[in-house]
């Protein structure tokens, strides 16, 4: 499977926050012939093994779930609410198509309704909707052929767009965010397959980001790793209409490494030690600027007695919005940086440890 074939596969499983079993099982299929070891933990992390010679372990991080909605109420017109889980952008969101996973395991369509322009007010052209204002149509009439779908209170849904190739590369789909850090992972796994590795690498696919850094805490805690690397799909915004000291990355400028963010300052020196492995490795890299976002490294540094932990990302345009695009030399990139960064881990140990002069 190419490297294009595997990010579709993962784009397009279901996995909302709370509901990823679908991606789970996906990641669990492929990740199976390059582990010695694994698990799925209480709350749905799941944690591929590769035993290394060393008892130091290395932790590297993506998360599964991907930012959706749950059926919040059902109103006699035959029309749903819904709660957001995750950080949608509202704007992004009316006249989309959504699929909703119901409890009995059938998958409905809906579309996210919105009047028509010619009957709006001038004030409401201009304003952007709140999601609590949103509707689903399920082509429903009433609650009760609601029912009849099998739909109720909970449900959870996203919007779907399948994966696409655009043009040279570049390629678009839904969830890259953070489908594209599984791919990383799935491909330094399958690349380091054939070779010994150092320290015992743990490959953590872990649930709830988008609602907390939820999986990454109980994951972190459980693996209690020497070191730890999150691999995120982020901020990509080199597009129209924005100055570029306000572009966090840029599509096609390699992995994004990150100083700050929201959650976490990294070390200086686990941080040079990065760019000293992209550098030797001929990996272009870019910074994130600060501060903007959070990871789950943001979780993983602070688990415990603490856990050096540095963030490297893949560049997405559109993320929190219902699609997303990027470009396979990126992820390629990336994939290379984090085979690099494994393979040197005891290296890169060394240098996360704090000492007095
Ligand atoms: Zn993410």
């Known amino acids: 499977m190419s490297l294009a074939e595997l990010l579709a596969t993962l784009s397009d499983a279901f996995g909302v926050s709370g509901f990823e079993d679908e991606i789970r099982e996906r990641i669990a299929e492929t990740i199976k012939p390059y582990a010695d070891e694994i698990v799925v933990d209480p709350l749905g992390n799941l944690l591929a093994t590769r035993r290394g010679r060393s008892e130091k372990t290395l932790m590297l991080d993506a998360h599964m779930d991907e930012i959706g909605f749950l059926v919040k109420w059902v109103d006699e017109a035959g029309y749903l609410r819904v709660a957001p889980i995750g950080g949608w952008d509202p704007r992004t969101l009316p006249t989309h198509r959504v699929v909703i996973h119901t409890r009995p395991g059938e998958v ?20 952007a909707p709140k999601i609590e204002d949103l509707f689903l149509d399920v082509g429903a009439t009433s609650a009760e052929d609601v029912a009849d779908l099998g739909i109720r209170i909970g449900d959870p849904l996203t919007i779907h767009y399948p994966f696409a190739e655009l043009r040279d590369g570049y390629v678009t789909g839904k969830a890259f965010d953070d489908r594209a850090g599984c791919a990383v992972l799935l491909e330094t796994a ?6 010994d590795l150092d320290l015992t690498t743990v490959f953590a696919f872990v649930i709830g980001e988008e609602v907390g850094l939820r999986g990454a805490r109980t994951a972190a805690h459980r693996i209690a790793p020497d070191l730890a690397v999150a691999v995120e799909g982020t901020i990509g915004a080199d597009m129209p209409g924005i100055k570029a000291e306000n572009q966090p990355v840029r599509l096609r400028k390699g992995p994004a490494l990150t100083v700050a963010d929201r959650t976490i ?18 990996i272009p890299y870019q910074y994130k600027l600060p501060a903007y976002g959070g990871t789950d490294a943001g979780a993983i540094h602070i688990t415990g007695g603490g856990i050096p932990s540095a963030v490297v990302s893949v560049p997405c345009r559109y993320v929190h919005s219902p699609t997303s695009t990027l470009h396979m030399e990126d992820l390629e990139n990336t994939a290379r940086l984090v085979c690099a960064i494994t393979e040197d881990a005891p290296s890169l140990l060394a240098a996360a440890q704090h000492s007095l002069s």
């Open 265 to 282: 300052i990294v070390s200086r020196a686990l941080l040079a030690h990065i760019e000293e492995i992209a550098a030797r490795n001929d």
């Open 190 to 195: 399958r690349h380091l397959a054939e070779r």
């Open 108 to 127: 409905r369509h809906g579309v996210i309704g919105a009047a028509p322009p010619h009957i709006l007010t001038e004030e409401q052209r201009k304003s």
